[in-house]
């Protein structure tokens, strides 16, 4: 485990460049698009590349790949704060159109914002479109956008989403950049279901029902497992959740807890109904109170809670 690596990467890039595309080609097949998910992280997860030896979290960085919606100071902030978070970069450039204006605004404004640590990869996507000649002409050119700028490119990787080439490769040198550390998220889970985001939203209401004041906005559910149970019968499933209920000091745990466990016990029967009302089938609810101080010392830890 030591040699484990982790760490969160975002693409970055005009519209149409691929972004989206190439993350599914990371992540493979059974990657979930995720939609906006404001409570456990402050930024969509896209996908999750899980390996033995490392994982690699792909985020979106809101707003990017928008030029025309960055005019806000706000979203800047939340750009810039996404770039500072992330552990590399990756500005996707397509293979088959002449770099622009667009290019270069996105490539300037990610020299201002990216943090001296960020590794910045440039990856000229959708090769197969384009042919040797020009993805060489194309390679050429990135490396002296990168250089007009001011980034200078940890690398610069042709790659096919379409066709998966390079995917594999890519793969790699992105997680060679990652620090060391744990996976952030269990093993063979490729990316949070919409399902599993939803269920920690509901437990995560029921939780604050009546404590809201008492409590930061900061208490956090994180779904850990949704596994149908075994050996039961066809016409009558069971599914067994299990989940945690993030709180960051001692004191709120007690408040979450309650006298002898009777609040926790009314939040997972209130989560419980509505877990059943959304999903359509009798659950198990195995909640957990924790308290998240260790996690406050490890900024990606906290990332994955959305404190
Ligand atoms: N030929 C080819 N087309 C690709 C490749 N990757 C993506 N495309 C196409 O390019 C278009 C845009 O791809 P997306 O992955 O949606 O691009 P994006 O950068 O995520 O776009 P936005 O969400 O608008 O920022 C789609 O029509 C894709 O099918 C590739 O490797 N080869």
New binding site residues.
């Given amino acids: 485990m030591t040699d484990h690596r982790s760490g969160f990467a975002c693409?970055v890039?005009?519209?149409?460049?691929?972004?989206?595309?190439?993350?599914?080609a990371l992540v493979g097949a059974k990657v979930a698009i995720t939609s906006d998910r404001p409570q456990t992280t402050r930024h969509t997860i896209r996908g999750i590349v899980s390996r033995p030896d490392a994982q690699l979290v792909l985020v979106d960085t809101p707003g990017f790949?928008?030029p025309r919606t960055l005019l806000g100071e706000r979203l800047n902030d939340l750009v810039r704060g996404t770039l500072a978070e992330v552990d590399v970069v990756g500005l996707?450039v397509?293979a088959?159109e002449k770099i622009g204006p667009g290019d270069r605004y996105i490539a300037g404004e990610l020299a201002k914002a990216k943090k001296k640590h960020t590794s910045v990869f440039a990856i000229v996507?959708?090769?197969?479109?384009a042919d040797k000649q020009r993805v060489a002409e194309q390679l050429l050119a990135v490396s002296a956008l990168g250089e007009q700028v001011g980034i200078d490119f940890a690398e610069i990787v042709p790659?096919?989403?379409?066709?998966g080439e390079q995917v594999e490769l890519l793969a790699d040198l992105l997680m060679k950049t990652l620090p060391p550390g744990p996976a952030l998220y269990p093993d063979g889970e490729l990316t949070d279901s919409p399902e599993e985001r939803m269920v920690a939203e509901l437990i995560r209401e029921a939780a604050l029902e009546g404590v809201r004041d008492e409590l930061p906005h900061s208490l956090a559910v994180v779904v850990e497992e949704m596994v149908p149970r075994e050996g039961r019968p066809e016409d009558s499933p069971l599914l067994d959740v299990r989940a945690d209920v993030y709180v960051e000091r001692d004191s709120q745990k007690g408040i979450v807890i309650g006298k002898g466990g009777a609040r926790l016990r009314e939040v997972g029967s209130t989560a419980r109904r509505q877990i059943e009302a959304l999903l359509g089938t009798p659950i198990y609810l195995d909640l957990h109170v924790r308290v998240a101080k260790d996690w406050q010392r490890d900024p990606k830890q906290l990332r994955k809670l959305g404190f």
């Fill in positions: 693409f890039g005009r519209p149409n460049t691929g972004k989206s595309t190439l993350t599914n790949h928008r996707c397509p088959d996507t959708k090769t197969d479109a790659v096919s989403a379409v066709r």
